[in-house]
């Protein structure tokens, strides 16, 4: 069985600054998918970024970025010059599954003081 | 396109009452899920199928029914409502396999009293 652990409920930082999210998972499986979603207020689940455990390179999308340890199972989302937009509640999740069944953590809200 | 739709938007429900949530998508993708989310937590899948006519359980499948009679459309089925069903209901689709992202419709947020 999959599990997706955030433990941070939730951070707060300057507009312009870094932050770093943080995310573990526990997956038995070889190769599999790690994803950030995005929730905003408007509820909308949103794809920021995707991660092959096969690829050793970390994702990037613009301003973020991930820092994949696959030994550690750690999956952090950093975002660069963060803005106002920015401020949502954000999802790890792992996908193993032959039908694609997302395992989400609990989330992380994230506030962008102006 | 409209990508994936639901309906109601927001629904409040009495104990023992039943209802359809709608879902319907124009992407033409054969993977489709329900989701629900209760405060503060993350997504759990409740129902899921891999296309027309083919369904199975997620994690949490008590109190809800599916069915899956076309590409387009799957809707979920609440018999006998109960508190502990209010939530926020979110369904999605994917294209193919676990390598591919999941589209999300915007969610009915469902409560009962």
């Known amino acids: 069985a999959q599990t997706v652990t955030q433990s941070q409920p939730e951070m707060s930082v300057q507009e312009a600054e870094t932050v770093t999210l943080s995310c573990t998972y526990d997956?038995?499986?070889?190769?599999?998918?790690l994803f950030w979603y995005k929730q905003p207020p408007s509820r909308q689940m949103i794809l920021v970024i995707r991660q092959e455990a096969y690829k050793q390179q970390n994702a990037t999308e613009n301003r973020f970025s991930v820092n994949f340890q696959k030994a550690a199972k750690s999956f952090s989302l950093k975002i660069s010059d963060s803005q106002l937009g920015d401020t949502a509640m954000y999802f790890c999740a792992s996908n193993t599954g032959a039908n694609s069944k997302l395992t989400f953590g609990k989330g992380i809200t994230l506030s962008v003081r102006p | 396109n409209a990508g994936v739709t639901q309906t109601p938007k927001f629904r409040i429900l009495k104990i023992g009452q039943s209802m359809t949530l709608q879902c319907a998508q124009d992407m033409n993708h054969n993977y489709m899920y329900w989701y629900r989310q209760d405060p503060g937590m993350g997504l759990k899948l409740i129902y899921y199928s891999v296309g027309a006519g083919i369904t199975d359980k997620g994690e949490v499948p008590n109190g809800y029914n599916v069915s899956r009679s076309t590409t387009e459309d799957f809707p979920l089925r609440l018999e006998l409502a109960a508190p502990s069903q209010t939530s926020v209901y979110f369904c999605a689709t994917s294209a193919r396999d676990y390598s591919y992202e999941q589209y999300f419709g915007p969610g009915t947020r469902l409560t009962v009293t």
């Open positions: 997956t038995s499986e070889s190769n599999y998918y």
